[in-house]
């Protein structure tokens, strides 16, 4: 099957498979299909390994990224998105905090090739452990596994420039265990509200990721 661009800038298909174009020629990060079209080299995208692939495939309809974006992401974990949003933005930039130093030892492998991933090694709901290394940013893309994803993600506004993108990949159960998904996700939903911020989007990314929600607002 041929290469095609999609409605989303940067990202391509291939049959039932997103892309991106790879940043390094001939390095997978996750395992994942390497695919050339010509001299150009992509690399699969699995919906079922990124919420941020799962959000496209569910039809998201909110797309900030360009070749230039600053981004801000908060729990990058061993880099599977990160690494995909390093080939969506290759004159951008993407300040990766992880809290476990476990994990962290693979983002800083994955920056040693991919220059536009800054790791660092702090806790997302205490941003002045990183905030030195953090300038204005056009999107905060966080995706955390703690009870306070909606307050976590408030404190790390100050980095985002008015106009910028949040994206907050909701986890139903790590906010309230036995709560219905959907009514975590409305609560975080009119909780971002409250704060000033745009709504523009709110979908669930089952199936791929079960108990999960994107939400996508504007900082006004």
């Known amino acids: ?5 999609t409605e989303w800038e940067g990202v391509y298909s291939e049959g039932p498979w997103l892309l991106t174009r790879n940043l390094v020629p001939g390095a997978a990060v996750y395992g994942e299909g390497l695919v050339r079209s010509g001299n150009v080299e992509y690399r699969r995208w699995d919906a079922n390994r990124s919420k ?3 959000y496209l495939k569910r039809g998201g309809r909110v797309w900030p990224f360009s070749d230039s974006t600053h ?8 880099g599977t998105t990160a690494s995909h949003l390093s080939d969506l933005c290759p004159a951008g930039s993407i300040v990766a905090v992880e809290l476990s130093p476990r994990v962290f030892r693979n983002l800083l492998a994955l920056a040693e090739r991919r220059k536009n991933l800054l790791p660092v090694l702090g806790d997302a709901s205490r941003p002045d452990m990183y905030r030195s290394h953090v300038n204005a940013v056009d999107v905060i893309y966080q995706d955390v ?5 909606e307050e976590i993600f408030a404190k790390n506004l100050e980095f985002l420039r008015i106009g910028g993108f949040g994206l ?11 709560a219905d998904p959907k009514a975590v996700y409305t609560a975080v939903r009119r909780g971002l509200g409250s704060r000033g911020l745009e709504i523009l989007d709110l979908r669930s990314l089952d199936p791929f990721e079960a108990d999960h929600a994107a939400i996508v607002v504007r900082k006004r």
């Open 1 to 5: 099957m041929s290469v095609q661009p």
């Open 52 to 54: 941020l692939a799962a």
């Open 71 to 78: 981004i801000l992401y908060l729990g990058a974990g061993s």
């Open 145 to 149: 596994a703690q009870r306070e994803q």
């Open 168 to 178: 907050l990949m909701v986890k139903a159960r790590s906010v309230d265990v036995s």
